[in-house]
């Protein structure tokens, strides 16, 4: 593969996730679909993917795919789908402080 086309295969990726995060759910699985095609790395596909995943809200898939990963990237990837799985706390509420209304 020559550097024009890496650098077209970049984009290609890096277009898949702007589409997920952009709520372009059928354009993502689309370019999901064609990772095989664009990246040669498994590695680098698998965190791909996984994040393509997580966008297009499938996070069951992209912890699947992490399961045998123990890479600094998947590591991140795992900690994000867990912190956004958590239900968040709710805020004690202060107690309310009246304040003195001026004239």
């Not at 680098?44 to 393509?52: G, K």
Request: glycine letters at 4%; aromatic letters at 2%.
């Amino acid at each position: 593969m020559n550097v024009l086309e890496r650098d077209i295969c970049r984009i290609v990726c890096e277009v898949g996730l702007a589409a997920a995060n952009h709520g372009f759910f059928a354009q993502a699985e689309t370019i999901r679909n064609a990772l095989p095609h664009l990246v040669e790395a498994l590695t680098d596909r698998r965190i791909l993917e996984a994040t393509l995943l997580i966008g297009l809200g499938q996070t069951h898939q992209a912890m699947k795919l992490l399961v045998a990963d123990a890479s600094d990237e998947a590591n991140t990837l795992r900690c994000l789908i867990e912190s956004s799985t958590h239900t968040p706390r709710t805020v004690a509420q202060q107690p309310s402080v009246t304040h003195p209304q001026l004239a």
